[in-house]
C-alpha cells in the first residue's frame, strides 16, 4: 500500500500497517484484570440496591394481596350476612365462613404471599386464635373442619366491621413492612406504611 505524504513523495506504508496488525491481535493481561475489577466494583455496588429494590416489590405486592383478601371478607360479611373469617398462615392468607352444619367453608382460594415475605404473627397486633367454636341462638357449637394450616385469624361481622384495629406486619429476609388495618364506621381503611 502506497501513501502520499505531505511533500507529495509516496512512501510504502503496507509493513507498517501488517506489524500493528500483528500487535493487536488480542488484549494484554492488565486490560484483562482492568475490565474484571471494573465489572467487580459495579457488581458489588449494585447488587444490593437490586436486592433491596425486588424485596420492596415483593413486599409491596403481598401487601396488597392481604389488603384485597381484607377488602373482599368485608363484602362477603356484608354481602352473606354472616360472619367472615380471615386465616392467616406464615406465608397465606384465606377467606372461610362458618355454615349452618358449622364447617369452615372456603370463599376463595388460598393466596400465597410472594417468595422470602412471610407474615410475623407474633408482631401483628389485633388477630385472634382461630375459634374452634361458635354462638348460636345462644348455644355453643363446635366447627367441625378447622384448616390446619393456619394459625391466626381475623373475622369480620356480618355487618362488615372488625372489632378492633389491626397491624399486620409482613417481613422479608431483609426488610419488614407494616399494614395497618383500620375499621371506621363507613369504610375500610387500609394503609401500608414505608
Not at 493481561?29 to 437490586?50: C, D, H
Not at 369452615?104 to 385472634?128: K, P, V
Not at 361458635?134 to 378447622?146: E, L, M, T
Not at 372489632?163 to 394503609?191: G, W, Y
Request: aromatic letters at 8%.
Amino acid at each position: 500500500m502506497k501513501d502520499e505524504n505531505v511533500k507529495g513523495v509516496m512512501v510504502d506504508t503496507s509493513s507498517r500497517f501488517a506489524k500493528l496488525k500483528r500487535r493487536s491481535l488480542g488484549f494484554t493481561l492488565i486490560e484483562i484484570m482492568i475490565v474484571i475489577a471494573v465489572v467487580g466494583i459495579l457488581a458489588v455496588v449494585t447488587v444490593p440496591k437490586y436486592q433491596a429494590l425486588t424485596d420492596h416489590y415483593h413486599l409491596e405486592s403481598s401487601a396488597q394481596t392481604v389488603a384485597v383478601q381484607l377488602r373482599n371478607a368485608k363484602q362477603y360479611a356484608m354481602d352473606r350476612r354472616t360472619d367472615v373469617y380471615v386465616l392467616f398462615s406464615p406465608t397465606s392468607v384465606q377467606l372461610f365462613y362458618v355454615d349452618a352444619h358449622y364447617d369452615f367453608i372456603s370463599l376463595e382460594t388460598q393466596q400465597t404471599f410472594d417468595s422470602g415475605i412471610t407474615l410475623l404473627l407474633e408482631g401483628s397486633q389485633g388477630i385472634g386464635i382461630i375459634p374452634s367454636s361458635i354462638r348460636d341462638s345462644g348455644v355453643d357449637h363446635q366447627i367441625n373442619n378447622i384448616p390446619q394450616n393456619f394459625d391466626k385469624c381475623l373475622v369480620f361481622n356480618r355487618k362488615g366491621f372488625l372489632s378492633d384495629p389491626v397491624d399486620l406486619v409482613l417481613n422479608s429476609v431483609r426488610t419488614s413492612q407494616k399494614v395497618r388495618v383500620t375499621q371506621t364506621l363507613d369504610s375500610l381503611e387500609i394503609k401500608i406504611d414505608w
